[in-house]
């Protein structure tokens, strides 16, 4: 097979685990507004998905760390092993939409590089540096998130407490369609640029291009299939992350929001990737311990945790798998 046949067949997975990504992840932006009723349902995910738009054409500092940290050469990796990689994530990606849990993209990616890299190359092509880097910044960022949004949440308590509850809702369900808009421009900063460095990667590998720079197509395109995904919603996630963790008031839907929002922003300035679906979640259960403990449901966080800790083994067996499939046809 061509390997610009090859490369299209990347490119095509790419974009599908980029769309995929939007709709999984839409309740990163909006679960919280549309939870507390600050915004309808529909209205939210267009306003995430435009913005989700405008946030992956953002910078490609995130795309080029995905694309040079995690293998030591472009040229180890094949395109085989990229298609792996891809499908192994978008498979995990497809389950736990199904079954309404939330995961992280990001681990479901990270762990379907690694399985395809280490079956496809050998362990030798990891670049644990790298690796050591990007798995530090998706553990430690919802544990930042979580203490943020703690210190935010008591911090407007202190302040907004005296007022009477009515008017303060009403006042903070206007206030979540800035922090909502954020929350949705920032989500695209970071999370679009994990498909583009993977396409660039691609590109590198194949000898399409002299050097690890995102092209302009590139950036659009995954723009383009992440704010499609985002439209396309994803209700079964919302349900979870806007009222299965801890029931949000408008207050708390703005401190969650916020407090995420500045946390994958300063993430995508430093160049790092990390799961917006964490952040978010941490968040919410820092906003939610401030008000008291037992207002969290630790079931529910349990059995997220439980998704995440096996979401990284789980992408890398299936990508390892798939390579194997590949190769007895190529």
């Not at 435009?50 to 910078?59: E, H, K, R, T, V």
């Not at 920032?186 to 092209?215: C, F, R």
């Not at 968040?283 to 966080?301: E, L, N, P």
Request: with cysteine; proline share 3%; net charge positive.
């Amino acid at each position: 097979m061509p390997d610009m046949t090859l490369v299209y067949i990347v490119v095509f997975f790419a974009l599908a685990f980029d769309y995929i990504n939007g709709f999984h992840d839409t309740a990163n932006a909006i679960a919280t507004s549309v939870s507390t009723r600050a915004l309808d349902p529909q209205y939210a995910v267009i306003l995430a998905a435009i913005l989700n738009f405008a946030g992956a054409l953002y910078s490609t500092g995130v795309a080029k760390t995905i694309g040079g940290d995690l293998v030591k050469s472009a040229s180890l990796v094949s395109q085989p092993v990229i298609i792996s990689a891809l499908f192994g994530a978008i498979v995990w990606n497809l389950i736990t939409w199904w079954m309404g849990i939330p995961s992280s993209s990001s681990h479901a990616l990270v762990g379907g590089v690694l399985g395809a890299v280490i079956v496809g190359a050998g362990f030798d092509a990891i670049n644990l540096t790298g690796v050591e880097k990007i798995v530090l910044s998706l553990v430690l960022s919802p544990l930042i998130a979580m203490a943020g949004g703690y210190v935010i949440m008591i911090a407007m308590m202190w302040i907004f407490g005296r007022q009477e509850p009515g008017k303060l809702n009403t006042g903070f369900k206007k206030m979540q369609l800035l922090s909502a808009s954020l929350m949705s421009f920032s989500h695209g900063s970071n999370d679009a640029q994990k498909a583009m460095g993977i396409i660039t990667l691609a590109l590198l590998s194949s000898g399409q291009i002299p050097e690890l720079e995102v092209p302009l197509w590139t950036k659009i395109a995954c723009a383009t299939a992440m704010g499609l995904g985002t439209a396309a919603g994803g209700w079964k996630i919302i349900k979870t992350m806007g009222g299965k963790i801890f029931k949000l008031e408008p207050i708390n839907g703005f401190a969650a929001d916020m407090n995420s929002a500045m946390v994958i922003f300063a993430a995508t300035n430093l160049h790092l990737p990390v799961s917006t679906t964490h952040v978010v979640s941490g968040s919410i259960m820092g906003v939610g311990s401030a008000k008291r403990i037992s207002a969290v449901r630790w079931g529910v966080a349990q059995q997220m945790l439980f998704a995440w800790i096996l979401t990284i083994p789980f992408s890398a067996v299936t990508s390892a798998l798939m390579y194997k499939f590949l190769m007895l046809f190529l």
